[in-house]
């Protein structure tokens, strides 16, 4: 299942952003099975993982970013969120999100955070 990121923009430094993740062709029962992860790709850097949340909701994240972002998920919609809070320039990147084992990438959202 290809999973779509949204919900990317400019923010300045010390700023928050909620991203979003949608499986819009996922069953809703197959969906909640999934474990979802958060990956990020900044200029001239390999893709890393950021945050991710299991089918039974356990959760994990990046120490770069523990404190800061929050991973959550709501079945009933399909999707999974990634709340950003006290953001620096060096969370700019493209935001990916996946299923676990990595599938096929979807489409990206782009967050800039810069003053």
């Known amino acids: 299942v290809q999973l779509q990121a949204s919900g990317g923009g400019v923010v300045q430094p010390g700023g928050s952003l909620r991203l979003s993740c949608a499986a819009p062709r996922a069953i809703f029962s197959v969906f909640r099975g999934y474990d979802i992860d958060w990956y990020r790709q900044g200029p001239g850097n390999e893709r890393e993982l950021v945050a991710g949340i299991g089918s039974g909701g356990t959760t994990n994240y990046a120490e770069s970013v523990k404190g800061r972002f929050t991973i959550s998920r709501d079945n009933s919609r399909k999707k999974v969120f990634l709340q950003m809070n006290s953001l620096k320039p060096e969370d700019t990147a493209i935001y990916y999100c996946?299923?676990?084992?990595?599938?096929?990438w979807g489409q990206g959202t782009l967050v800039t955070v810069s003053s």
């Open positions: 996946n299923i676990r084992p990595v599938g096929d």
